[in-house]
């Protein structure tokens, strides 16, 4: 298989994603729709800029065993994220980086670009966080959101753990949770702390 038709996270990683999880790898190294559910926790910073921040996002409200479904939509050029939140919504398209960008994950989502750095570990993936733009222009540092997402696994399921971060306001949001396959998410426990 040629780099330009492996999946966008076998090409950004080689080798080192076999050093991944299994259910981080069923997630990120083969092609077509993957649909999982499961439940999250789901903290905001409490007060009306950061619930208007998130609710413009698209972002998950606060809540405890938030219902979550998301679907992998992937193909050799890239991912595409639709997440459903309880009753929120939001979509992304992640491709590999070019130019400067090399080796770098983008994620293009609505008129933000997040660009991520990846690491591959046996424990975790992990996704930090090193440039923003916003309508094409690259943010500042002391406005651009900081994130390290890390996606693992327990129990057989898909885990991720998000928080997000603005410089000038702090702790925005931090949402985890693990995902199954729909129909063996029946017999899960419910999600009270961290997945």
Not at 75 to 92: C, D, N
Not at 121 to 142: E, I, Q, R
Request: proline residues 7%.
């Amino acid at each position: 298989m040629t780099t330009q038709h492996m999946p966008v996270f076998r090409r950004l990683l080689g080798p080192a994603m076999d050093r991944l999880p299994d259910a981080v790898r069923h997630v990120h190294d083969g092609e077509g729709r993957l649909e999982l559910s499961g439940l999250a926790q789901v903290d905001v910073m409490p007060g009306l800029l950061p619930r208007l921040i998130c609710a413009l996002m698209g972002l998950p409200k606060a809540g405890r065993n938030v219902p979550v479904t998301v679907i992998f939509d992937r193909t050799p050029t890239a991912e595409h994220w639709h997440r459903r939140f309880g009753k929120r919504h939001y979509a992304s398209r992640l491709t590999a980086g070019t130019g400067a960008d090399t080796g770098l994950l983008i994620e293009q989502m609505g008129m933000i670009t997040n660009i991520f750095r990846i690491e591959a570990t046996a424990d975790a993936l992990y996704l930090t966080v090193v440039g923003c733009c916003f309508l094409g222009m690259s943010m500042p540092a002391w406005l651009a959101p900081r994130c390290r997402v890390a996606e693992g696994q327990k129990d057989g399921d898909f885990t991720f753990d998000i928080p997000i971060d603005l410089p000038w306001l702090g702790r925005l949001i931090h949402y985890r949770g693990r995902l199954g396959r729909a129909q063996d998410q029946q017999d899960k426990p419910r999600i009270d702390g961290a997945p």
